[in-house]
């Protein structure tokens, strides 16, 4: 599976983004997928991911601003980011797991991942 990440850029705080992930290979349908991040100095961290069920899941910290969705026909998972932050700062990867539900959060649990998309907030 090669996955390819796009749509981050520099943005002001407060503003809305929309990353998408292009997937190829495999059959997408079939994996979780899911959206990472790691912010300089900062170990990669979960912050949203859809099931193959198309269940969503979030960090906490984030719930209430990210919203994560799928299009199997495009292969394609979105993270739909609003009213950014300055520690919205990342790289954001998107990854693919063939893993249960509860380990979805765990990096170590997707065997696939983008190459990662730069965000950065300005204040």
């Known amino acids: 599976v090669q996955l390819q990440a796009s749509g981050g850029g520099l943005v002001q705080a407060g503003a809305s983004l929309r990353l998408s992930c292009a997937a190829s290979?495999?059959?997408?349908?079939?994996?979780?997928m899911s959206w990472f991040r790691q912010a300089p100095g900062k170990e990669r961290e979960f912050v949203a991911g859809?099931?193959?069920?198309?269940?969503?899941l979030y960090a906490e910290d984030v719930k209430d601003r990210f919203t994560v969705s799928r299009d199997n026909g495009q292969k394609t998972v979105y993270l739909q980011i609003g009213s950014l932050k300055s520690e919205d700062t990342a790289i954001y990867y998107c990854?693919?797991?063939?893993?249960?539900?509860?380990?979805?959060?765990?990096?170590?649990?997707?065997?696939?991942w983008g190459q990662g998309t730069q965000v950065t907030v300005s204040s």
């Open positions: 990854a693919a797991s063939s893993s249960v539900l509860s380990a979805l959060r765990t990096p170590d649990s997707y065997a696939w």
């Open positions: 290979g495999g059959t997408f349908r079939n994996y979780a």
């Open positions: 859809v099931t193959r069920y198309l269940r969503p």
